[in-house]
């Protein structure tokens, strides 16, 4: 009998901590991917957005995301050695990033950068525009979800 009524009222403790806070999870994982002639890229993003329902509150709203650039050269390793001016951006809806050749060391074949954090992260439609410039040459492209 007292064991039945530890079960009850654990059951009832749980009933209420169910409905005194909802929370409803959304993933948003994404690749976008795009190329040019020279050089090609990927966005591989990880976000997670909670919403918490408090009754009696105000609703609560947190995201989280991780995500990863990678810009990779479609010629010869020799040919990137002789680089000497080289910059990169990438813009999204959640923001925009720039390396130079200062900030990737050398240029090489593959160049990736990751971040992570809360706030904004890009949503399935969205496109991400690449600007690559080096040595006085410029190429642009979008990064799309491919579906």
């Not at 806070?21 to 040019?36: A, D, I, L, S, V």
């Not at 090489?108 to 706030?119: A, C, D």
Request: glycine content about 8%; aromatic content about 10%.
């Amino acid at each position: 009998m007292i064991k039945n009524l530890g079960t009850l009222l654990l059951a009832g403790m749980l009933s209420v901590l169910l409905v005194a806070c909802n929370t409803t999870t959304y993933k948003h994982n994404y690749t976008f991917t795009g190329e040019g002639e020279v050089w090609s890229a990927a966005y591989v993003q990880k976000a997670t957005e909670k919403f918490i329902d408090k009754k009696g509150e105000r609703p609560d709203y947190e995201t989280s995301q991780q995500s990863t650039f990678e810009l990779k050269y479609k010629g010869e390793q020799t040919d990137l050695d002789k680089i000497k001016d080289f910059k990169y951006i990438f813009k999204g809806t959640s923001g925009e990033e720039s390396k130079t050749l200062e900030d990737v060391n050398g240029v090489r074949s593959e160049l990736k950068s990751e971040r992570s954090g809360s706030g904004a992260y890009e949503q399935e439609d969205s496109i991400i525009k690449v600007v690559v410039e080096w040595d006085g040459k410029k190429e642009e492209f979008d990064l799309e979800v491919r579906k």
